[in-house]
């Protein structure tokens, strides 16, 4: 009688996390996914085989994800009748890490943004958009391949927590008559107005995070950028708030400018990461002029949203930029394009941000060697030329091709790599 196999069960199981805030990752993780609205029926299944083909061909059979879909925007509408659903936010919250497609949002009108919702009941207080240049993407400048920045952007205040009253309304003219009355501002009676709130305790979490990627991932620099100079105690209390957190967090592993040129000539010893700060206006000319002297960007909500897309635009575009949302308990991966309703359903979108974002996912996760993979295969794929519509007519010699082929183009660069 031949000896009995011994075979090994792994049983899909959830994230955890250690009181220390370390996640604890099983070999057969469960990641809940939202499919998004619009492209997002298009690319979440072009991502899905990327990243399957890429934990199984660097882990073997040792590990695998087991997906889980939640629904939110359209989807969960039409099953629910709730764009977003206290069901989908406890199991996002659950399983630690989550990834999702675009979200549609209207605009002037309607319900606030889904993809702000999730961040601020989740509390994902750091936006992480890494932006690099793909060759041969094309691109608007001359040396996008000198851009290698991650933006650090404040998800929680600023204008996500804007508060604001139409003009005319009553809550306008109550406080327009509070602020003459009280504080001599003597504005418009017409006025729109709103509220930017911006916190010490937020700010200071959002830049030790910043601090914490660029000493895990050597780099060099992290520049704060503000409007300090017209608003002093918000846009200013960040630049004041960034520097405490910086020095009472890392000390003397932390430098500025002045202490950088007066005792090291300018050349940053090892181990050390310099603090700078810089106006929003001249962080845009800057970022266009003389890329290569910015590493890391850590800005309030409006400045990292206006940056993080003009640096994709450096690029080539949001097609190929990813995002990440992550808070102290969970974190959520993203599209950071729209949902291009226009094209939905026809597999002709890019799906190239969902998966380089599915690739810093398995990087939060411990498993480097699958994002790795991921980011290998899309450069193949994209240096190949066989790209879907949005680059294939500005790629010289490009051949286009649909959103799942493209996909498994990628899946190709990977098995043949690993």
Request: net charge negative; proline share 6%; glycine share 8%.
């Amino acid at each position: 009688m031949p000896e009995p196999v011994s075979v090994e069960l792994i049983f899909p199981e959830p994230i955890l996390m250690d009181e220390t805030h370390q996640l604890k990752v099983p070999d057969r993780p469960i990641i809940p996914y939202i499919e998004g609205d619009g492209i997002g029926q298009d690319i979440w299944p072009a991502a899905r085989i990327v990243f399957d083909a890429a934990v199984k061909s660097v882990f073997g059979s040792k590990k695998k994800v087991e997906w889980l879909e939640v629904t939110a925007g359209e989807k969960g509408f039409a099953r629910t009748g709730e764009w977003l659903s206290d069901e989908t936010l406890n199991i996002i919250k659950r399983h630690r890490v989550a990834i999702k497609g675009p979200l549609a949002t209207p605009v002037g009108k309607g319900m606030r943004s889904l993809n702000v919702r999730i961040r601020q009941q989740l509390d994902l207080y750091t936006c992480i958009r890494p932006i690099r240049y793909y060759p041969p993407v094309p691109s608007p400048v001359c040396h996008p391949e000198r851009v290698d920045m991650v933006v650090f952007r404040e998800n929680t205040e600023d204008l996500y927590a804007g508060i604001e009253w139409d003009s005319g309304s009553w809550e306008a003219t109550k406080l327009l008559g509070l602020l003459k009355s009280e504080l001599n501002c003597d504005l418009p009676a017409s006025s729109s107005i709103g509220i930017k709130p911006m916190s010490p305790e937020k700010t200071k979490r959002l830049v030790i995070r910043a601090f914490e990627y660029a000493f895990e991932n050597n780099r060099k620099s992290v520049t704060l950028m503000h409007k300090g100079n017209i608003m002093k105690f918000t846009e200013g209390g960040f630049r004041k708030w960034g520097y405490e957190a910086a020095f009472e967090r890392f000390g003397d592993r932390v430098i500025t400018e002045e202490t950088l040129f007066e005792r090291y000539e300018g050349i940053l010893p090892d181990g050390l990461v310099v603090i700078k700060d810089r106006i929003a206006d001249m962080v845009f000319a800057e970022v266009l002029l003389r890329p290569e002297n910015f590493d890391i960007i850590a800005c309030p909500n409006l400045n990292g949203d206006y940056i993080s897309d003009a640096l994709a635009a450096q690029v080539g575009g949001l097609g190929i930029a990813p995002g990440a949302n992550i808070g102290d308990e969970c974190a959520v991966f993203e599209a950071t394009h729209g949902t291009a309703p226009d094209i939905a359903g026809k597999d002709m979108a890019n799906p190239c941000s969902l998966i380089l974002s599915g690739a810093m996912m398995f990087d939060h996760m411990g498993w480097h060697k699958a994002g790795d993979a991921i980011r290998e295969g899309v450069t193949k794929a994209l240096a190949a030329g066989k790209v879907t519509r949005d680059l294939a007519s500005m790629i010289s010699g490009g051949e286009e091709v649909t959103c799942s082929r493209f996909s498994r183009i990628i899946v190709e660069q990977i098995l043949f790599t690993h």
